[in-house]
């Protein structure tokens, strides 16, 4: 069986991956895609920390990871649906007009 | 015990390398099905480590709900994923090349440091070096554990997808306003207020 | 068990009087005038009474939330904001046609998500609850329909709130791989503090608390959110969602082992003299209201991260934290619902009115919204006889005597940049207007009543801070 180090490595590659798409891709869809994979790499983490504690709390986490994934991706995409009825656009360089 | 190191690397092999793909897809809907294959590798990873009920929900929830999901918003805005710019990438600017390189360059670039660092510290810990047993927790079991000792969270999470429908359904509820009041949905007691007052 | 239940029972109030507004505005279609407004405010106010009257003891529930008097005062406070927000949203919302059962339930849920992250022991349900929060806080930003800016203040809100959750869950995780706690007290107690890993999830779970208060350098969503989000909601983000955060920062801090405490101290010193500084000096060149309360609330979370460095040991600091943190709610609700009541008359109904040219002469035209900006101006300008001062006054001595000397002196030059700023919007809100002024007064009751309690409040607790002060040492005993 794997080494505990190389399961978190895993996820924080994934987690890393994630957050490298949110920083460099511009279409808003895209964006809450590297969200979801940042959500998903966290449950790795936990699931793999249940097993290594012996513990069933981990687990349960991942649960909950599920239900707040769901929930944001349904207010994200209809707020992008939303925007891109409005504007026009689902790139984020378009919503710039907010500036001091 | 050398099968299940095998399969395990198999796996991570697999998410990794379809999350990159996905990640770099201008075609969304390439991007989706790139998405998908990740997820169920993600579930069987679940499986392995321990979890069947979570491996199946994982695949309903991440590779079902939420991807068909995506995949439906895709297929009904008109996409302009082909022509999407990455940051700092502009067609009509030819003398823009280091501008691009450091609005590209710059995150990939800080995303490999922080990964060296993380897997440095990671490996840092010899606790971490355990190897994992392989264990199972049965559906019902871990369905007994979570009621009994986390049905509080699993309320909270109830709330939380309650405020999720009512958020989708307020955002995507008809006319889109563009602009114009008249074509923004009053609420009722907007209007009974308005009428009251008139 | 029995106690349990009265524990949760300010969260029942909350949760039960959303889904009634759900219900009433589905099912009640030819209901009187203001049936979701009453019912949001009673479910309010009854949650307040109720954290405040019953005590319940212990950590119900297999340790998840806590009974302390510490959290039944966080809830008490959160739902006292959501009743100010919603007296000053109250026409604000009928004028601009989003006042349906959305809004009103919403609030009541969002207040909900703060109360269970201020109170939480345990990793799920404080993120569950930061979520709830952020989540309610997605739509209400992006509430008012017809605005381009709302709009784009929702996008932008989601982007930075969903990439800081998911960059807090990481941090949860990490800091549950290495320690095998769930416990929020229990896994900052690790026997190993210098574990790496250990250290990676506690930098992780900063980050997305930086975020989530807006701390430099995580701050740049702040302005263009709070200039784009319908005023009332920016008074409510900026108030609400940030206390909700310092308070379990708060029960991080004083519930980290010392070992612990010696690695996160440096970090929050930096993030405190940061933030002061850069909120301060930024706050300085802003010539639109909203932006310019933006940056100012930044450097006020900047104050009570100084004063959270002092709140080990003798108890000081904390109850300067907790006594700021009641002050800075109202004084910002106070500037911000006076954004909002001036700007009901808008025309379009679109945008608030934000630039401070727009503001020339505006105590004129509008005496009590006037008045009542430039008492919470001076207020977060922490000059007496406002509350703002005590409390500010309470920050520096706890930094002072905990021998924070540096940051408590960078904090005393940005507070007094602050004045310039603070000075400068309430002459412009005084000169000589343009034209002959005519002076407005607002139709309906929730507007005046607001102000007047925010007037009171302000005003009270800068002339006779002590029984406030007595309530937060119970608390903290």
């Known amino acids: ?100 | 015990m050398w099968l299940y190191s095998l399969i395990f690397y198999l796996l991570a092999a697999v998410i990794l390398s379809s999350t990159l793909l996905a990640i770099t897809r201008r075609n969304l809907v390439h991007m989706v099905i790139y998405l998908i294959i990740s997820f169920f590798g993600t579930g069987l990873l679940f499986f392995l480590l321990g979890a069947p009920l979570l491996a199946a929900l994982e695949v309903i929830i991440y590779a079902g709900a939420i991807m068909v999901l995506f995949l439906f918003i895709i297929m009904t805005t008109p996409s302009e994923g082909d022509q999407e710019k990455l940051k700092g990438e502009d067609p009509t600017c030819q003398s823009c090349g280091p501008i691009r390189l450091l609005h590209t360059g710059l995150p990939i670039l800080l995303a490999t440091t922080l990964l060296v660092v993380a897997g440095l510290f990671i490996f840092a810990d010899p606790e971490i070096r355990v190897a994992l047993n392989p264990a199972m927790a049965s559906p019902a079991v871990f369905g007994r554990f979570l009621f009994e000792r986390y049905w509080f969270p699993v309320e909270v999470a109830s709330f939380l997808l309650f405020v999720g429908l009512v958020g989708a359904w307020y955002l995507g509820r008809d006319g889109l306003g563009a602009g114009s009041m008249a074509r923004v949905p009053q609420s009722e007691e907007a209007e009974s207020e308005n009428r009251g007052e008139a | 068990m029995q106690s349990d239940w009265i524990v949760i029972l300010p969260h029942l109030f909350l949760a039960g009087g959303g889904l009634l507004i759900f219900c009433i505005g589905a099912f009640w279609k030819n209901r009187p005038d203001g049936t979701l407004f009453i019912t949001a405010l009673l479910s309010a106010g009854a949650a307040a009474v109720e954290a405040l009257a019953f005590s319940g003891s212990g950590t119900p529930f297999a340790g998840m939330v806590s009974g302390d008097s510490f959290s039944r005062f966080f809830i008490a406070l959160f739902c006292g904001i959501s009743v100010i927000t919603l007296l000053f949203s109250r026409r604000y919302a009928l004028h601009r046609r989003f006042s349906g059962d959305e809004f009103y339930g919403l609030i009541l849920f969002a207040t909900l998500g703060m109360a269970l992250a201020a109170g939480a022991t345990h990793w799920a349900i404080l993120f569950l609850g930061v979520e709830l929060l952020s989540i309610s806080l997605y739509i209400l930003i992006a509430i008012h329909k017809s605005s381009q800016a709302a709009n784009e203040a929702g996008i932008k809100y989601f982007i930075m709130g969903s990439a800081a959750s998911a960059i807090l869950l990481f941090g949860i995780a990490i800091l549950y791989a290495s320690t095998g706690e769930m416990g929020i007290v229990e896994s900052l107690n690790a026997p190993d503090s210098r574990n790496p890993l250990f250290l990676l999830g506690l930098g992780m779970v900063i980050t997305g608390f930086g975020f989530k208060i807006s701390l430099v350098p995580f701050h740049l969503w702040t302005p263009d959110v709070y200039q784009g989000a319908p005023a009332p909601v920016a008074g409510f983000l900026s108030t609400g969602s940030k206390i909700a955060m310092v308070a379990a920062l708060l029960r991080i801090v004083t519930g980290a082992s010392p070992p612990v405490w010696e690695v996160i101290a440096p970090v929050i010193w930096t993030l405190a003299a940061l933030t002061i500084i850069v909120g301060n000096l930024t706050a300085l060149v802003q010539d639109h209201i909203k932006r310019l309360l933006a940056y100012s609330s930044i450097a006020q979370m900047g104050y009570l991260l100084m004063a959270l460095l002092a709140s080990r040991g003798d108890g000081a600091g904390a109850s300067a934290v907790i006594f700021y943190s009641v002050i800075y709610a109202f004084m910002d609700l106070g500037a911000f619902g006076a954004v909002s009541l001036v700007s009901l008359g808008e025309p379009m109904a679109r945008a608030d009115r934000d630039s401070l040219t727009a503001y020339r002469g505006l105590g004129y035209e509008y005496p009590f919204a006037g008045a009542l900006l430039a008492v919470s101006l001076l207020s977060l300008a922490g000059l007496p006889p406002t509350g703002g001062f005590i409390g500010k006054f309470a920050l520096f001595q706890a930094a002072i005597g905990a021998d924070y000397m540096a940051i408590a002196v960078i904090g005393i030059i940005g507070a007094i940049i602050s004045i310039y700023y603070y000075i400068k919007v309430i002459a412009v809100l005084y000169m000589r207007p343009t034209r002959v002024p005519t002076p407005h007064t607002f139709p309906g009751f929730s507007g005046p009543v607001a102000c007047a309690s925010i007037f009171a409040l302000i005003v009270l607790m800068g002339i006779l801070p002590g029984s406030l002060l007595e309530v937060i040492a119970v608390i903290l005993s």
């Open chain 1, 1 to 100: 069986m794997a080494v505990y180090g190389q399961v978190i490595l895993l996820g924080m590659m994934l987690f890393v991956i994630g957050g490298a798409c949110v920083l460099i891709r511009r279409n808003l869809i895209m964006i809450l895609i590297g969200v979801e994979i940042m959500l998903n790499a966290a449950g790795i983490v936990f699931i793999a920390a249940s097993l290594r504690w012996g513990a069933l709390d981990g687990q349960a986490f991942v649960i909950f990871i599920m239900a707040v994934a769901a929930a944001e991706v349904a207010v994200g995409l209809a707020l992008i649906v939303y925007c891109q009825g409005r504007s026009g656009s689902i790139n984020a360089d378009t919503y710039n007009t907010l500036k001091g």
